[in-house]
C-alpha cells in the first residue's frame, strides 16, 4: 500500500481539466426533487411540544441522480441523464432545475403509476428538523424498464463511460444492470456504480468500479464481526471482497475524513493507494459521493488513470461538503482548491 499526496495529482489535473469538456457520461438510476423549507424557531407549538418553524425561504434544488447529472455538467461534461419520473408537478420541477444546471431532461422515461421521488427537509440555520419523503419504493414494470435500457442503447454510442447510481427506489435491478454492462462491454465503455447497501451486491457483477463509502462497503461485502474491524487488514479485505463478487479489477472506498482507497490490478498481486480527504471545511456531506462519482468517471472516461480521475473527485469532493445540500462543484471553485493545496504544499 503506499500513501500518495493531492498535491503529487494537481499539476496534472489543472492542465486536464480542458480534457472534461464536451464528453458524455451516461447516468443511469433513481432521481429525485430535494425540497427544503427554512426559517428560524422562536416558539413551541401550543398543539403539541415541537418548535414552529416559521417559514422565511424555500428552495427546489437537484436530488439523487439528478445530483450527479449536475455536477458532470458543472466540470465542463454532457450529462445524459436516463432515470425514471411520474407524471406530476414534481417531474415539471426537475425538468426545469435539470434545463437550468445544463442538463438535457429528454432521456426521462415517464411512468403514470409511479410518483416523482420528493424529499422535503425542514431546517433551522443548517440544522435539520424533519424530512418528509414522497416515494414509492418498488422495482420498475417491464415496459418502465424496457424503456430506460432503450434509452441507454440510444446514447451510449457517444458516451464516455456510465454511471449506474442506486438509491434503493426501484430503477437498478438485477436485470437492469446486467443488460447496461453487457451493453457496455459491447460499446467499450467502463461502467461505475455508487452503490446502495440495500441492495445484494450480486447485483453489480460486471461493473468496473464502485465507489461505496465505508458503512456501505462494509454492509456490501457481508464481513462485519468486531474481529475484522480491529484487523489492520481490515479495509483490504473489505475491497478484496466486493472486487470477487463483482467481478472487478478496481474498487474506490471512499472514507469521508480518512479519504479515499483505491484498489487496481485484481485481488493477487494488485495495488492499493491511500488518498488524503482535501476538504477545509465540513458542513454537510449530503451529496458528497455524487460529485465523488460524477468527478470520478467524467476524469476517468477522458483519459485519467484511476487514482488520477480519484484525485480529482476528492478535490471536488471537499468543494461541495463545505456547503449546505446537494449541490454542483463549479470548475472556477475547484481550480482555487486545487490551488490552494499546491500553495500549502509549497509552503511547507
Request: hydrophobic share 45%; net charge negative.
Amino acid at each position: 500500500m503506499s500513501q500518495r499526496r493531492m498535491a503529487e495529482y494537481a499539476p496534472y489535473i489543472l492542465q486536464h481539466l480542458p480534457d472534461l469538456r464536451g464528453r458524455e457520461v451516461l447516468i443511469v438510476g433513481d432521481v429525485g426533487l430535494d425540497e427544503y423549507v427554512l426559517g428560524p424557531v422562536r416558539r413551541i407549538s401550543p398543539e403539541a411540544p415541537v418548535p414552529v418553524v416559521e417559514v422565511e425561504t424555500e428552495e427546489s434544488r437537484l436530488g439523487l441522480a439528478a445530483n450527479v447529472a449536475q455536477n458532470v455538467a458543472s466540470l465542463g461534461g454532457v450529462a445524459s441523464l436516463i432515470a425514471v419520473v411520474g407524471r406530476d408537478a414534481a417531474a415539471d420541477s426537475l425538468r426545469g432545475l435539470l434545463r437550468a444546471a445544463g442538463v438535457s431532461a429528454d432521456h426521462l422515461v415517464v411512468d403514470a403509476d409511479r410518483p416523482t421521488t420528493r424529499k422535503l427537509r425542514v431546517m433551522v440555520q443548517n440544522h435539520h428538523i424533519v424530512r418528509v419523503d414522497y416515494e414509492h419504493r418498488k422495482f420498475l414494470s417491464r415496459e418502465a424498464e424496457d424503456a430506460v435500457l432503450a434509452k441507454v442503447r440510444e446514447r451510449l454510442t457517444s458516451a464516455a463511460a456510465v454511471i449506474v447510481q442506486d438509491y434503493a427506489k426501484g430503477v437498478v435491478s438485477d436485470r437492469l444492470v446486467a443488460e447496461v454492462v453487457k451493453m457496455a462491454r459491447a460499446a467499450g465503455k467502463r461502467v461505475l456504480a455508487d452503490p446502495n447497501p440495500k441492495t445484494p451486491l450480486k447485483t453489480y457483477r460486471g461493473i468496473d468500479v464502485m465507489t461505496p463509502n465505508y458503512d456501505e462497503a462494509v454492509a456490501l461485502s457481508g464481513i462485519g464481526s468486531d474481529d475484522l474491524r480491529r484487523d489492520p487488514a481490515f479495509l483490504d479485505k473489505i475491497g478484496h471482497r466486493l472486487m470477487e463478487v463483482c467481478e472487478s479489477q478496481q474498487m474506490v472506498l471512499t472514507l469521508g475524513k480518512n479519504g479515499m482507497r483505491i484498489f487496481e490490478g485484481g485481488i493477487a498481486g494488485g495495488s492499493v493507494v491511500d488518498l488524503p480527504t482535501n476538504a477545509k471545511a465540513v458542513f454537510d456531506v449530503t451529496g458528497a459521493g455524487d460529485t465523488v462519482i460524477a468527478a470520478l468517471a467524467l476524469a476517468w472516461g477522458s483519459g485519467f488513470t484511476l487514482p488520477q480521475a480519484c484525485a480529482l473527485a476528492n478535490f471536488a469532493a471537499g468543494v461541495v461538503v463545505g456547503k449546505v445540500g446537494c449541490v454542483p462543484c463549479p470548475v472556477p471553485e475547484l481550480v482555487e482548491a486545487i490551488n490552494d493545496t499546491l500553495a500549502h504544499e509549497h509552503a511547507r
